[in-house]
Nanobody, 126 residues
Framework: QVRLVESGGGLVQAGGSLSLSCIDS????????MGWFRQAPGKEREFVAA????????YYMDSAKGRFTISRDNAKNTVYLQMNSLKPEDTAVYLC???????????????????WGQGTQVTVSS
């Protein structure tokens, strides 16, 4: 059973940094691609970043490139999102998600992820 729990959100000033973590309590973490999405009030959920099980490939939304870094530690069943140079428009609930084992299709579509965490709030003040 996959259960994802995010942590690390909070309030930060523009230009600051936050590091999010998501731990999977299941036993198949190392076989699943992991993604981070975000959802702001009144807006659709949007893709932020993803990486493959072996970390060989990473994917980012355009506005995250150069500012955010996704990584994982399969020994700890944890995926991370390091966010630097944060902007007020980054304010949202950030959710981590897991695909089916050995998934090889799209990593940027929310519909391709089977499991979701509850989310952690990130608020960036101007």
């Amino acid at each position: 059973q996959v259960r994802l729990v995010e942590s690390g959100g909070g309030l930060v000033q523009a230009g600051g940094s936050l590091s999010l973590s998501c731990i999977d309590s299941g036993r198949t973490f190392s076989s699943r691609a992991m993604g981070w999405f975000r959802q702001a009030p009144g807006k659709e959920r949007e893709f932020v970043a993803a990486l493959t099980p072996n970390s060989r490939s990473t994917y980012y939304m355009d506005s995250a490139k150069g500012r955010f870094t996704i990584s994982r530690d399969n020994a700890k069943n944890t995926v991370y999102l390091q966010m630097n140079s944060l902007k007020p428009e980054d304010t949202a609930v950030y959710l981590c998600a897991a695909t089916a084992p050995y998934w090889s299709g799209s990593f940027t579509l929310a519909s391709k992820y089977d499991y979701w965490g509850q989310g952690t709030q990130v608020t960036v003040s101007s």
